[in-house]
């Protein structure tokens, strides 16, 4: 079994099982931290709450959360109407429920688990110029730069054990818990038998109705000696399954430009997500992106 941790998570995936059938499972500490992110606005144990989550990878919904035996969604959504003037717009927090996965709540009774700086990916109005509820994506919210320097102080951290001689300091093996991606969790309870459940990244297999098998999906996995075994999701709400199955496609169009290097395939990927509306444009930026990148794009050649 591979395990991914590398984004784009479920293009990969996908890529993997179509061009060698290897058996792939992607992970990501998205769910885990959502359903955190809820017990924390709450003001519950994490561990009281039960959810059901599906989707994409950075768009994956809780669609049913339960507390105490009771659907748990009305209670949510009044905590957050009363919170609603502490909203932190832009920050990469994520014990704040940000403005746009909020709307998202209101309107569709689910929880994006991603926050606002994954769910803004898919909603491409969020990327013009103060096109985020009044701020610039990567500018003033979520800011790119500042995303390099964190990146580039947890780089040297990490140089910094890898050069470390002798008997490593305690405080490494006390680091941020989505660093493994369940991972840890899953091999205890696959070597100990416990049939615990982690949210991963498999082929849909019939699991939503509506999606094709290839597609793959990240849900509800039971954990155990056998091996993984998937969870079906035969409630899961159609209109998140229409929001899914738009990216869906795009992705499959995605996966087939890498396996086969087709630039047009490329080109429409791109066009039907939304961020490029000038196709003469949009082809000049593909012509640049593969010749930057053609030493590792042979199939581009």
């Known amino acids: ?12 995936c996908q890529a993997v099982t179509q061009a060698t059938g290897y058996p792939i499972a992607g992970l990501c500490h998205g769910v885990p931290q959502g359903r955190r992110r809820v017990a924390k606005t ?8 039960s959810i059901s989550a599906a989707g994409l990878n950075h768009m994956v919904y809780i669609y049913d959360i339960r507390f105490e035996g009771r659907d748990y969604f009305p209670e949510v959504i ?20 940000g403005p746009l996965t909020e709307q998202f709540m209101r309107d569709y ?12 990916e898919f909603h491409a109005h969020c990327f013009e110029e103060k ?8 500018v003033d919210a979520f800011s790119f ?6 990146g580039d102080v947890e780089y040297e951290e990490t140089a910094k054990y890898a ?7 305690d405080e490494v093996f006390f680091r941020e818990e989505g660093e493994q991606e369940q991972l840890t969790g899953i091999i205890d309870s696959m070597l100990y038998d416990k049939k615990n459940i982690f949210y991963i990244n498999l082929p849909n297999q019939g699991a939503i109705p509506a999606v094709n098998d290839r597609s793959v999906i990240e849900r509800d996995t039971v954990v155990s000696a056998a091996g993984l075994c998937p969870m079906a999701c035969p409630n899961y709400p159609m209109s998140l399954t229409g929001f899914i199955g738009v990216w869906l496609g795009i992705y499959d ?13 490329m080109l429409d990927a791109m066009c039907a997500e939304g961020y490029i509306r000038n196709v003469k444009k949009g082809r000049e930026m593909v012509d640049e992106l593969i010749r930057a990148q053609i030493d590792y794009l042979p199939q581009f050649r």
Do not use: C
């Open 1 to 12: 079994m591979l395990f991914n941790f590398a984004n784009p998570m479920t293009q990969i």
């Open 42 to 49: 709450m003001g519950v144990p994490e561990e009281e709450i």
């Open 78 to 97: 009044d905590k957050l109407a009363q919170a609603a003037g502490k909203r932190v717009l832009g920050q990469n927090n994520d014990e704040v429920i």
């Open 109 to 120: 009774h689910t929880v994006v688990v991603s926050n606002d700086r994954h769910f803004a």
């Open 131 to 138: 096109g985020y509820f009044g701020k610039t994506l990567g």
């Open 145 to 150: 730069e500042d995303t390099i320097k964190e």
């Open 163 to 169: 050069r470390w001689e002798g008997d490593l300091p």
């Open 253 to 265: 169009l995605m996966t087939q430009a890498a396996l086969t290097g087709n630039p047009q395939l």
